[in-house]
């Protein structure tokens, strides 16, 4: 063998001593041990100082290497773009999600959304054969490849490389990233629309009513404003769940406002919650069932208020890319929560907000250990309040540029024990890789900045943008959520029982009579038409079909999706609670229009005072006129932006509406219909007449706004479509025809019109169109129902005084009977329960029948 062979040697130079050559062998293997383990440790420590020298002893880019870093990053941001993994589709919208799984099928279903990218950001844990046609998956190796500062310094198994796949999106061109989760079910593309593109939007805000407020008046509980009661969202202050109510005066609806940078979108089935929560209400193997009020619109946030909100359910604009930073040195379930709450202060720095919207996704959560995500949340306990505070009271000293005041915050909050320094280095790299990509900072808007968007107090004013208003829907616990019909027929029983007191106090008995147990009065109320659950589903979302239903089966009431505007042409002053207990009940909302003040209301007795919480629309005086402009209620409502409504009953708070009678919902109502064509009436009075209508023609000859000539194309298709325009004439002659009214104390507006009929009576408006000839011209451009009974709905002059012998049972809207007559017990307030109390009783709370003065196949227009 080899092994035993002598060593070759040479006589002419030296050698060492003879060694056998297996021993030789041995030795020189020591050697090369010793040598290796030599070389390695050497390697070891020039790397640690190499390292520290870089990026500093906690893991993180030093000042120096930062600068190396961001040349590099400055270099390669001259190619304007990282290459793409995958298939870009066109409309810059991105999905961004971190996954350690296999595709899921909510990943598919997120992948498979017309004119959105998803992005999947791996971690260790992600499998690496992880594939999906049309994703843009980002493999741990491939992450170091990209030109990110962030890319150098993320921590791995941490949900914040996510932060890697918003810079990848937006290397892209994003200019929309939804965040979200990779078991989050958004209804398909129809729930991602939910969201807000368009500039400029309606809406509801929520404000605060003077700076001087402290943090209870700042903080929003989006879950209580869609009606769920005591129940917050994971981040809320525990320390002020207890008194904390959304309060009161806090909200304004606006004509116009600038889109939010940042909208939240709730969640059905099992919403985002805090431990605390989950241990008292979660079932241990199901999870929550939760369902939130279907009607309820968005709301934004105004600057200056807060609100916490996650990553699992959230569209950002890029006007607010500098706000994505999830931060690394706080936990899994803290990071998106400091997010929203800082991400806050620096869109408010700017003059930029936050928005939710209704619920547009489904989420079916494991079962798991609340108590670990209880420990997980110890911060988000200990300090969201904290957090608050402080932000809300910092100023900024560094007053020349956004960019340097979100420097000093994110140092501010290193000092005050908020968050590590670690995130204040890692969100500045963020921040420089945005620039790097083009990203331009919002102006600093500077601590002398006016809300444009505070409701007004200017009553002399015609053109309001922004009023005060309030919205609020009965708070629903959970628990009782299989009891809700049960617990509405509890409430039409308990408010129609205030009014039998009220009548026993004018000498009138006989309501008294016995009535139904709530669970029969349930039960009568699905077996009636006009009450019944309507199995027509609004909702073009399989599992929200699912929650419609469910929904149906607990309101008992075909007006469950239907809301009520009541219009007073003068202050409010009483009547209102009498309509409240009327009506309240079974619609989906009651909104109250008119000069709303407080201090005016007359709380005569507690059988008919206000039921608060209210909601209302204030609007001036001068924007009424005695009524001339009624019809801008409906817009007023329709800019609310109500959710899932079938359509708008309005009627004057001098009407009665026959709520049992059945009408073509499909279809607008009017009780009259087109009318008086031979009467000239008001059309030669002042200024809302002929002379308004001409202004009106002006302007649309002047016209640059396309919606508003969309609108107007709709209306004159209509009036040709439907025989309005004589032969030979022009709609602008049918405009100014000088004859035509319709009388407009109760009407109905399907959701289907609604917006047509918004934008046209803002037309009208804006140039003093009267109200009887506007929904006469309204009326001739659309399809409509009228009543059987029509000019005996309404009485004039003397006859007034006798309306008890005019109303009856078969009419769907009869006017007027003033509800001030009946302030005090009398002989009026004793006919008016027994000409319409009584027959209410009869028929809603005793015989349940059906009346049906017209068929849904009836013919339109001039069919009375």
């Given at each position: ?385 904290k957090m608050i505070e402080f932000l809300s009271n910092w100023k900024c000293s560094n007053g020349n540029s956004l960019e340097g005041c979100i420097n000093d915050l994110l140092k501010d909050l290193v000092t005050n024990n908020l968050w590590g320094k670690e995130d204040f280095k890692l969100m500045s790299f963020f921040l420089n890789d945005l620039k790097y990509m083009g990203f331009e900072f919002p102006e600093l808007i500077g601590e002398n900045y006016q809300d444009p968007y505070t409701a007004s107090n200017n009553e002399e004013d015609r053109n ?382 005793g015989g349940y029948q059906n009346f049906t003065v017209k068929a849904d196949d009836d013919a339109d227009f001039k069919n009375g």
């Amino acid at each position: 063998m080899i092994g035993m062979e002598k060593l070759p040697f040479s006589s002419n130079r030296c050698h060492p001593p003879f060694i056998p050559g297996h021993f030789s062998m041995m030795i020189l293997s020591i050697v090369s041990r010793i040598l290796l383990l030599i070389f390695c440790a050497s390697s070891i420590i020039m790397m640690y100082y190499s390292y520290n020298s870089d990026y500093g002893s906690v893991g993180l880019p030093t000042d120096h290497n930062l600068k190396r870093i961001s040349k590099n990053a400055s270099a390669i941001s001259e190619f304007k773009y990282v290459r793409p993994v995958a298939r870009v589709k066109k409309g810059n919208k991105w999905i961004v999600v971190t996954s350690i799984s296999y595709p899921t099928e909510d990943v598919k279903r997120l992948a498979s959304i017309e004119d959105w990218n998803l992005v999947v950001v791996a971690d260790t844990k992600t499998p690496i054969d992880w594939k999906l046609d049309d994703v843009h998956f980002l493999p741990v190796l491939y992450q170091k490849t990209l030109p990110f500062s962030l890319s150098y310094s993320l921590p791995y198994k941490s949900y914040t490389r996510k932060n890697i796949g918003y810079l990848y999106a937006i290397a892209q061109g994003a200019e929309w990233i939804y965040d979200t989760d990779d078991d989050n079910k958004p209804y398909d593309k129809r729930g991602l629309d939910q969201f807000d593109y368009d500039e400029t939007i309606s809406g509801v805000r929520f404000q605060v009513k003077n700076s001087n407020a402290g943090v209870l008046e700042r903080l929003f509980n989006p879950y209580r404003f869609y009606g769920m009661d005591q129940m917050w969202p994971r981040g809320f202050p525990l320390e002020h769940i207890e008194k904390h109510s959304n309060g009161k005066e806090q909200q304004a609806l606006c004509y116009k406002m600038k889109r939010s940078a940042v909208q939240q979108g709730l969640v059905h089935h099992d919403p985002d919650v805090d431990a605390v929560y989950r241990l008292l209400h979660a079932d241990s193997k199901s999870g929550l069932d939760i369902k939130f009020n279907m009607f309820t619109p968005p709301i934004t946030l105004s600057v200056g208020t807060y609100s916490p909100w996650n990553s699992q359910n959230t569209l950002f604009h890029k006007s607010a890319f500098h706000a994505l930073f999830l931060p690394t040195t706080v936990s899994f379930r803290t990071t998106d929560i400091w997010r929203s709450f800082i991400s806050q202060k620096i869109l408010h720095l700017s003059g930029l907000t936050v928005s939710f919207v209704p619920t547009n996704a489904i989420q079916f959560r494991n079962a798991h250990d609340y108590l670990k995500d209880f420990k997980d949340e110890k911060q988000v306990y200990e300090d969201s309040g904290k957090m608050i505070e402080f932000l809300s009271n910092w100023k900024c000293s560094n007053g020349n540029s956004l960019e340097g005041c979100i420097n000093d915050l994110l140092k501010d909050l290193v000092t005050n024990n908020l968050w590590g320094k670690e995130d204040f280095k890692l969100m500045s790299f963020f921040l420089n890789d945005l620039k790097y990509m083009g990203f331009e900072f919002p102006e600093l808007i500077g601590e002398n900045y006016q809300d444009p968007y505070t409701a007004s107090n200017n009553e002399e004013d015609r053109n309001v943008n922004c009023r005060r208003m309030n919205l609020e829907f009965d708070l629903v616990d959970p628990r009782e959520y299989q009891r809700q019909n049960i617990i509405k027929a509890e409430q039409k029983l308990n408010y129609f029982g205030d009014l039998v007191e009220w009548c026993n106090e004018a000498g009138y008995h006989n309501l008294s009579k016995q009535f139904p147990s709530a669970n029969q009065l349930a039960k009568k109320h699905d077996e009636s038409y006009v009450l019944q659950k309507d199995k027509d589903s609004v909702s073009q979302y399989k599992t929200f079909v699912i929650f419609s239903f469910q929904f149906l089966k607990k309101c008992n009431s075909n007006y469950c999706f239907q809301v009520l505007i009541v219009v007073n042409n003068y202050p409010w002053k009483y009547g209102h609670g009498i309509i409240q207990r009327l009506y309240q009940p079974y619609f989906a909302s009651v909104v109250f229009c008119g000069p709303w003040y407080p201090d005016l209301i007359i709380e005569q007795d507690n059988f008919t005072s206000t039921i608060n919480p209210i909601n209302y629309i204030h609007i001036n005086p001068v924007e009424l006129r005695r009524g001339y402009y009624g019809y801008h209620c409906v817009s007023l409502v329709k800019e609310m932006r109500f959710n899932n409504v079938r359509g708008y009953f309005v009627m004057s708070d001098d009407a009665i509406f026959n709520l049992w009678q059945r009408i073509d919902y499909s279809r607008v109502h009017s009780v009259t219909g087109v009318n008086h064509e031979n009467d000239p009436a008001w059309w030669f009075n002042r200024d809302y007449g002929i002379v308004a209508a001409r202004k009106i023609l002006e302007s649309i000859n002047t016209n640059t706004d396309p919606k508003v000539s969309e609108t107007w194309k709709r209306f004159s298709d209509g009036l040709k479509a439907n025989g309005y325009v004589r032969k030979g004439w022009s709609v602008n002659q049918e405009m100014t025809s000088g004859s035509g009214r319709s009388e407009a104390d109760f009407f109905y507006v399907p959701s289907s019109e609604i917006n047509y009929f918004g934008s046209l009576m803002r037309i009208f408006y804006q140039h003093n169109f009267f109200l009887e000839l506007a929904i006469n011209k309204f009326l001739k451009s659309v399809r409509h129902q009228t009543s059987l009974i029509r000019s005996s709905s309404y009485i004039w002059l003397e006859e007034r005084d006798h309306w008890a012998e005019v109303y009856n049972k078969n009419m769907v809207g009869f006017h007027p009977v003033k509800l001030s007559n009946f302030q005090k017990p009398g002989e009026k307030r004793k006919k008016y329960c027994e000409a319409f109390l009584q027959l209410w009783s009869d028929i809603i709370f005793g015989g349940y029948q059906n009346f049906t003065v017209k068929a849904d196949d009836d013919a339109d227009f001039k069919n009375g």
